[in-house]
């Protein structure tokens, strides 16, 4: 399975260099339990929640790698409310670089309400 993180440029560079590391995330749990590992998706459209408000410094990188889906078994992250397409997974950096190193996704990011608080009807119009 083609699995995504989108991140920014300076940790695109890290990633590809060393690898994925284990991230601590207290919202996965109701106790404030922390849990660690790596935050994927399986479509690159996955991020448009995560990302929307998020503020840093440089540019946004999609990163994608390729895990077979039997490696997932135990790793996909289960919500009671969750009826979306799109898969979420909490897996361990050491599974994840373990299938080689992600590459940069040529992917088309078609993400809902994107330009939507910002006015684009009079984009290349003449300003005479």
Known sequence: ???FQ?????????????????LPFHELTEDG????GVWL??????W?????????DGGK???AVEIPDDA???????????EREIREFLVPAYLVNSFGRP?????ELNWPGLLEDIYTDDIGEDPE
């Open 33 to 36: 339990h922390v849990v660690k």
């Open 61 to 63: 990188v999609m990163l």
């Open 72 to 82: 997932l078994s135990g790793h996909e992250i289960l919500m009671m409310d969750d």
């Open 6 to 22: 989108f991140v920014e440029d300076r940790i695109a560079e890290l990633v590809l260099k060393d690898g994925f590391e284990d």
């Open 1 to 3: 399975m083609r699995l």
């Open 41 to 46: 998706f399986n479509s690159p459209d996955g």
């Open 103 to 107: 590459k940069i996704a040529d992917v």
């Open 48 to 56: 448009q929640e995560k990302v929307a408000g998020a503020d840093g």
